[in-house]
């Protein structure tokens, strides 16, 4: 069992940065593939970006590629979301998951793939 928490969200303007986080609780955080997951209204959730518990894999949506870098902590449960030159179309409520794997992975791009979810936190980017 695994509980996730975000934090970091807020409203910036486009061009400006956010970087979100969450802590998870639970033993075995290594074991577990990370991701970031957004929904904006009226469209369906999507990844944003993905690693593995060993940190040697990644995945970034097109959208995030050059933008955004994801990064974990094991010693610490934390994965983050460092998210630069945020565009209006960003705006999105964010969501850390949590897949079951191996250490390696593979890293899912579903979000049926995922166990667990935190709450969410809102990310606005005005022009």
């Known amino acids: 069992q695994v509980q996730l928490a975000e934090s970091g969200g807020g409203m910036v303007l486009a061009g400006g940065s956010l970087r979100l986080s969450c802590a998870a609780s639970g033993r075995t955080f290594s074991w577990y593939v990370m991701g970031w997951f957004r929904q904006a209204p009226g469209k369906e959730r999507e990844i944003v970006a993905a690693i593995t518990g060993n940190r040697l894999s990644s995945y970034y949506a097109d959208s995030a590629k050059g933008r955004f870098i994801i990064s974990r902590d094991n010693a610490k449960n934390t994965v983050a979301l460092q998210m630069d030159s945020l565009k209006p179309e960003d705006t999105a409520v964010y969501y850390c998951?949590?897949?079951?794997?191996?250490?390696?992975?593979?890293?899912?791009?579903?979000?049926?793939?995922?166990?667990?979810w935190g709450q969410g936190t809102q990310v606005t980017v005005s022009s």
């Open positions: 998951a949590a897949d079951f794997a191996q250490p390696a992975g593979p890293i899912k791009l579903s979000r049926n793939d995922y166990d667990y």
